[in-house]
């Protein structure tokens, strides 16, 4: 009688699967990016982020063959991106059989990994993927592709130099260093095109020890028995107010201005092959219509995460209760509000991200000619948003463009996906669950850009052989 196989056997002849697939499409398989002419230690592509993201253009310009490329991420090894870190959702949002990291290989799916381990059945028992197990996934990826990463690196600074490269200035473990590099790719996330918003309030009113932000670390053990207020009604918060309970927290509630919960969330809608693909095709006037209605009506979170945060003692929405001050008060904290005050012995700070590359140390250099919404489209007066004209205009490959034209060549050679790319690329663009088609819009613009460099030389080459395909004495030895 057979034996169940064991998952570590079952995950080796994944790998040989995975190697046979990769070897059916490895066509063409000719190396052709020509050497810098600044030498050899130039990389062809450098990737500024290793999450699910970064990895997958890794991947993508590995099998479009592309050598010397490398992904430089500030995490330690293993935690590229939120999964293990400041998310803190027990199941990720979108659907469990969405794609991406895989590029269109079966065989690298998350359900193929799945289901090595765990069995068919088991998969069609999943509800959704939980956070610990999409990080294994995108490790194990990361692995298997064998794309070259360097954890623990970040980059502090990004210069543009008079011969088209860049230099990245980088730190890791207390040195520093620079690399050069053709073409930047970057896969920054959440925060990359801007900064974490704690409004001024937190900051000028309280001790650091009171507050934090949902994508902050925080030690929610020493939460228990407390009583919890955080400051907005989005996803994290909600994750933030579950993690809190389940820590042991006494109280979390959750105070946002609005009259009441935000029931619709278009982006779901938004989740077929026609608009995540063909999204960075629409007139602007469109686009930007599309990512303002988003920004205005905000969205719920999960029905997940609503019922994981509700079915827990100690869990409270107060609508209608904006915050107006606040201020130490005994060993916690009083919030003013205009129904009066509250209080808590520590307060979160539920309020996003904003987008402006401003504030971006590593990008200052550059930013001041490179092309914001702003500066490229007028939308009508009724219509007008500071939010979105600061957002960077990107080409439809996710290059950047320059602010005047001829003033910054090498714009078109830094490419972006991160949360300042929505409004260019789709509302979606930098999320997981579009990882299948924005991915490749920037590996084609990374390539793109690398074959017209070399445009000149490949012809030289194209003309300065015989391409003979034939023999020449085979050929007289076939004459009467």
Request: neutral net charge; hydrophobic residues 40%; charged residues 20%.
């Amino acid at each position: 009688m057979s034996s169940i196989p064991s998952p570590a056997s079952d995950l080796d002849a994944l790998r040989a699967r995975i190697r046979h697939d990769l070897a059916c499409l490895s066509y063409p398989s000719k190396p052709w990016v020509r050497p810098s002419a600044a030498g050899a230690e130039v990389l062809n592509c450098a990737i500024v982020g290793g999450g699910q993201f970064g990895q997958s253009v890794a991947f993508g310009l590995q099998r479009e063959r592309v050598h010397k490329v490398v992904v430089f991420d500030a995490n330690p090894p293993g935690l590229a991106g939120p999964w293990l870190t400041y998310a803190r959702m027990i199941m990720l949002r979108t659907p469990k059989d969405l794609t991406g990291p895989d590029l269109g290989v079966g065989s690298l799916t998350f359900r193929a990994f799945y289901e090595a381990q765990h069995g068919p059945d088991a998969w069609e028992r999943l509800f959704r993927i939980s956070r610990p197990d999409w990080q294994a996934y995108l490790n194990w990826h990361r692995e298997v592709t064998g794309i070259e990463v360097r954890p623990a690196h970040s980059v502090t600074r990004l210069s543009p130099r008079d011969d088209g490269l860049f230099e990245l200035h980088l730190r890791h473990d207390g040195q520093s260093s620079t690399v050069l590099a053709r073409t930047v790719v970057l896969a920054t996330g959440a925060e990359g095109s801007g900064a974490r918003v704690v409004p001024p309030m937190f900051t000028e009113q309280l001790p650091p020890h009171l507050y934090a932000h949902t994508n902050d670390a925080i030690d929610f053990a020493a939460l228990a028995g407390k009583r919890v207020g955080i400051l907005g009604a989005g996803a994290s918060s909600f994750d933030n107010a579950s993690a809190a309970l389940e820590a042991g927290a006494a109280a979390a509630e959750l105070c946002f201005r609005r009259q009441a919960l935000p029931l619709s969330n278009p982006r779901r809608w938004m989740e077929f092959a026609g608009f995540l693909a063909h999204y960075p095709e629409l007139p602007d006037l469109q686009r930007w219509r599309y990512m303002k209605r988003l920004l205005d009506i905000s969205q719920p979170p999960p029905e997940p995460t609503f019922r994981r945060a509700v079915e827990m003692p100690g869990f409270k929405l107060r609508p209608a209760t904006p915050w107006l001050a606040l201020r130490p008060h005994g060993d916690g904290v009083q919030v003013d509000t205009p129904s009066g005050p509250l209080h808590y012995d520590f307060v979160i700070a539920g309020t996003g991200i904003v987008v402006d590359l401003s504030l971006r140390p590593e990008l200052a250099e550059l930013v001041p000619q490179l092309a914001l919404w702003g500066d490229r489209f007028e939308p009508p007066a009724a219509e007008a948003d500071t939010r979105l004209a600061r957002f960077p205009y990107l080409d439809a490959h996710g290059g950047f463009i320059e602010r005047t034209p001829g003033a910054a060549p090498w714009a078109g050679r830094l490419f972006a996906n991160f949360r300042g790319a929505t409004l260019s690329l789709g509302p979606s663009s930098a999320s997981n669950s579009n990882i299948r088609y924005t991915a490749p819009r920037i590996i084609s613009g990374v390539t793109r850009q690398l074959f017209l460099d070399d445009a000149d030389a490949v012809y030289q080459e194209f003309m300065g052989q015989q391409h003979h395909e034939l023999a020449a004495q085979e050929v007289a030895g076939v004459g009467g």
